[in-house]
């Protein structure tokens, strides 16, 4: 693509009051109306003095500030620019947004993780964000380092890190993240909690946990509930709760002696080639021919405990190939590297490995997170950046449930992606005939995405 060299002389000029540049927000916000986000704000959140009237508009404006890309305070100026406020009332400025997030104690952060959970209720009866969670609903939780910069931040510490393979340890916040989500469906975030970089990574975990599997039922989860975890969530508490409220625990386990021995004591005929990169099928023996295999044994963990849980310890094994060996010679013994999943499940042997397997999904939830409103925590106010950290998650879910409207392969896009083709659409407003249209880009080639998302919200849920 080169500039034309034969048209006249071009000139820029902001002076349009009819211009938006994210169009999408229309659509979007309107969601967020039917699926009740300003109505749990304004019966859920109750901040002190004028600085926190008003709660539900400010919350939706930096949820649509976020929606349309924001990660900064300063940056939710974004909705107000042209012809935004004919679209759109109660749009406030970043200096009254960041007065009103300073104005956030702890017991004013869970009023607003409340209205959220709220409102990804609403969603889940406006959209189909949980298809199949009447079957089978996956829990997943995990945690993820944000660094930070700057020294004063409330609440900072320094915590562990793998940054290229290496460990680190840097300065920032520790948040913690649970979604929902099932074989049909990708994942909506259910809970959020904010942590000083230091804390271990299973602090709050069981009282969070507790709180997505309410969610998720309440978001119609009536079938079976699969909380899945890494190793630093593998403690008494976790498994206790899950026990305690009836749903199954899938939990990758540390490899200490007591696990090691149990792999070892596993006979060579339990062994199973799995699907696995690099794997191969073999017509003549209908098999898979794979470096990995998997097996599975009986196991007590925390035993000698009042919290001793008896449950299947699901291994799987891959080869520890010697880099120096020599190209044809076999090794005398051959060692393994083993994985190991402490769980209750229900499912075959393969299936529940495989769907233990499928709990990175959180990892791409977290890199959503990061490439959009979490790449910054703005504030040096612990509890405003825990605020920012519940709004991320409310425009993370809307931007979920404005895919599943939009149709075809929109449900299961990147947020990122939703946000580019979607949300963040050049608009120009036009009045005729008391009705305000809007003219967007002609031959955009995402047009089916948006026309399917704006006739869905234009017409009354129920």
């Known amino acids: 693509m080169r500039l034309r060299h034969d048209a ?33 704000v304004a019966d859920r959140v109750r901040l002190p003095t004028d600085k926190g ?56 952060v869970r009023q607003l993780q409340a209205a959220a959970r709220d409102a990804l209720i609403g969603l889940a009866g406006r959209a189909p964000i949980l298809t199949g969670a009447d079957t089978l609903c996956f829990v997943d939780i995990d945690s993820m380092l944000r660094r930070v910069y700057g020294k004063q931040k409330q609440g900072i510490g320094f915590g562990h890190a793998k940054i290229g393979g290496y460990n680190v340890w840097l300065r920032g916040y520790n948040p913690l993240v649970a979604t929902l989500s099932t074989p049909l469906s990708a994942p909506v975030i259910a809970a959020t909690r904010l942590r000083s970089g230091n804390a271990g990574s299973a602090r709050g975990a069981a009282s969070m946990i507790a709180e997505a599997i309410g969610t998720a039922r309440a978001c119609g989860a009536a079938g079976e509930i699969v909380v899945r975890a890494d190793s630093a969530f593998y403690a008494k508490t976790v498994v206790t709760t899950c026990r305690r409220r009836r749903v199954r ?31 191969v099928w073999d017509e003549d023996q209908q098999r898979w021919i794979s470096d990995a295999q998997i097996a599975e044994t009986t196991y007590t963990a925390f035993a000698g405990t009042r919290h001793a849980v008896t449950a299947r310890l699901i291994v799987r094994r891959i080869r520890r190939d010697d880099p120096a060996q020599v190209r044809g010679q076999q090794e005398l013994l051959p060692e393994y590297r083993y994985h190991t999943v402490f769980t209750d499940s229900p499912y075959t042997l393969v299936q529940a490995e495989a769907q233990h397997r499928a709990h990175a999904i959180i990892e791409q939830v ?94 009354t849920p129920g």
């Open 249 to 279: 625990f899938s939990v990758t386990t540390r490899i200490d002696a007591k696990i090691r021995t149990a792999c070892e004591n596993i006979t060579a005929d339990q062994w199973i080639d799995i699907k696995y990169p690099k794997a």
């Open 366 to 459: 977290n890199a959503d997170l990061i490439a959009g409103p979490l790449a910054h925590l703005p504030s040096g106010r612990f509890n405003a950046n825990d605020a920012w950290l519940a709004c991320a998650a409310i425009a993370h879910n809307l931007t979920r449930a404005a895919g599943h409207l939009a149709a075809g392969t929109w449900s299961t896009a990147r947020p990122a992606t939703i946000r580019t083709r979607i949300i963040t659409i050049a608009g120009r407003l036009a009045h005729r005939a008391r009705t305000v249209h809007l003219h967007l880009p002609e031959h955009w080639p995402w047009q089916t995405g948006f026309d399917n998302l704006f006739t869905t919200v234009q017409t």
């Open 8 to 40: 006249p002389v071009v000139r820029a000029t902001f002076d349009d009051p009819n211009l938006v540049s994210c169009a999408g927000l229309l659509p979007v916000m309107r969601l967020a109306e039917q699926a009740g986000l300003h109505d749990a």
């Open 53 to 108: 009237a008003n709660a539900a508009g400010k919350v939706a404006t930096v949820v649509a500030g976020m929606l349309a890309g924001a990660d900064s305070i300063d940056d939710l100026d974004v909705a107000r620019h042209g012809g935004m406020r004919k679209l759109f009332t109660d749009v406030y400025a970043p200096s009254t947004l960041g007065s009103f997030l300073r104005t956030f104690t702890h017991g004013h």
